[in-house]
T-cell receptor, first 113, second 110 residues
Framework: DADVTQTPRNRITKTGKRIMLECSQTKGHDRMYWYRQDPGLGLRLIYYSFDVKDINKGEISDGYSVSRQAQAKFSLSLESAIPNQTALYFC????????????FGDGTRLSIL | EDQVTQSPEALRLQEGESSSLNCSYTVSGLRGLFWYRQDPGKGPEFLFTLYSAGEEKEKERLKATLTKKESFLHITAPKPEDSATYLCAVIGSGYSTLTFGKGTMLLVSP
């Protein structure tokens, strides 16, 4: 089983809809992250959380919100989806000791029509 | 602001043809430089962490090196299964999260 699981893997929806992407992890890490990846733009950080009570905005948080329901669960919401939010979304986790690498899920491909 | 530039954007090699990928960075107080491999439809997979200039890490046909301004990912005698996008990321003393480069897409032909 994957250490970092994202659901759904693919989603097609319409402009204006509310969408939730979910991430769960079994690595026991405190830190969790949401990124989006677009061709030519690379990975950009949306939100991150260093523990259950901590939520921080990343580089491109406008139009997104997050919820850290438990140490192992971190969800990303698009309150009213728009076409330029079409992208590949990744969740990642890392340990809180030292400068540890982040470990990624396999992503959610989101298309907004 | 931390910055990472990777070159080339794309690289095509013949099987067995060794080469290097470059990651140039600007960061205030480097705390770590990370290399990842990403296959199509998959999330980035962690390869190496380098912490200080002069450090080297190896894994199979890959070797990562670090200077004060750049890192190289050397690929020796590559095979088609080494085809992927390779990402570089840094974390500096002024930030608590990674800054990623845009990646180098490597294609190794048999």
């Amino acid at each position: 089983d994957a250490d970092v699981t994202q659901t759904p893997r693919n989603r097609i929806t319409k402009t204006g809809k509310r969408i939730m992407l979910e991430c769960s992890q079994t690595k026991g890490h405190d830190r969790m992250y949401w990124y989006r990846q677009d061709p030519g733009l690379g990975l950009r950080l949306i939100y991150y959380s260093f523990d259950v009570k901590d939520i921080n905005k990343g580089e491109i948080s406008d139009g997104y919100s997050v919820s850290r329901q438990a140490q192992a669960k971190f969800s990303l919401s698009l309150e009213s989806a728009i076409p330029n939010q079409t992208a590949l979304y990744f969740c990642a986790t890392s340990a809180s000791t030292g400068n540890q690498p982040q470990h990624f899920g396999d992503g959610t491909r989101l298309s907004i029509l | 602001e931390d910055q990472v530039t990777q070159s080339p954007e794309a690289l095509r090699l013949q099987e067995g043809e060794s080469s290097s990928l470059n990651c140039s960075y600007t960061v205030s107080g480097l705390r770590g430089l990370f290399w990842y491999r990403q296959d199509p439809g998959k999330g980035p997979e962690f390869l190496f962490t380098l912490y200080s200039a002069g450090e080297e890490k190896e894994k199979e046909r890959l070797k990562a090196t670090l200077t004060k301004k750049e890192s190289f990912l050397h690929i020796t005698a590559p095979k088609p299964e080494d085809s992927a996008t390779y990402l570089c990321a840094v974390i500096g003393s002024g930030y608590s999260t990674l800054t990623f480069g845009k990646g180098t897409m490597l294609l190794v032909s048999p």
